[in-house]
């Protein structure tokens, strides 16, 4: 009888998903090789505004221009996000790092400092340091496990021209790190 394991690709070990697939401690592993860029993403549903690190923002789509992120039933920012009918999704560059840990940190007031922030004329708030931010209108959520994947139409956008300096911040394998020019491999 065949065996129903496909065979290592590359030599790397192919988990049977048939069993049950990677364990959460697994998955998290192979997923600390993976780099991404960070943002904060705020909203205020109507009780207060809230905001919440993720490293999980990307774009879908352009044409509608569209970006998904995903938010954690364990953030104490997720019930508002859920309920919110817009938000602002702060990109963060390398000199936005208080804001990334900000965003991260649990048990406090991420609005008490209120340089930080502001509204928008539409009535979000949005961190004024962040390198860029973009408006959207939440099109769509769907649970996943202990998460949900929120699916955002993009309405506005900060001045691009505001962000094409700036050094990303990204997070890889528990650390932070800026991307600067040095960083760049030519093809």
């Known amino acids: 009888m065949a065996s129903s394991v496909p065979p290592p690709v590359n030599n790397h070990t192919i988990h049977d998903t048939e069993t049950g697939g990677l ?8 997923f600390r090789q993976h780099p991404s860029g960070i943002a904060v993403i705020t909203a205020d549903a109507g009780h207060g505004p809230v905001a919440m690190t993720a490293s999980s923002v990307f774009s879908v789509s352009a044409e509608p221009p569209v970006l998904v992120f995903s938010v954690s039933e364990m953030s104490s920012a997720a019930p508002t996000i859920l309920a919110a009918d817009t938000l602002v999704v702060n990109m963060l560059s390398a000199d936005n790092l208080d804001l990334a840990l900000l965003g991260a940190a649990s048990g406090v007031d991420r609005f008490a400092d209120t340089t930080l922030w502001d509204r928008l004329s539409t009535g ?64």
């Open 124 to 187: 979000e708030p949005y961190f004024v340091n962040a390198s860029g931010w973009i408006r959207g209108r939440v099109v769509d959520r769907m649970q996943i496990g202990g998460s949900t994947v929120v699916a955002v139409h993009a309405l506005t956008s900060s001045d691009p021209a505001d962000v094409a300096s700036a050094q990303p911040l990204v997070y890889h394998n528990r650390a932070w790190y800026r991307l600067g020019p040095e960083s760049r491999l030519e093809a």
């Open 23 to 30: 364990s959460a401690d697994e998955f998290k592993a192979a």
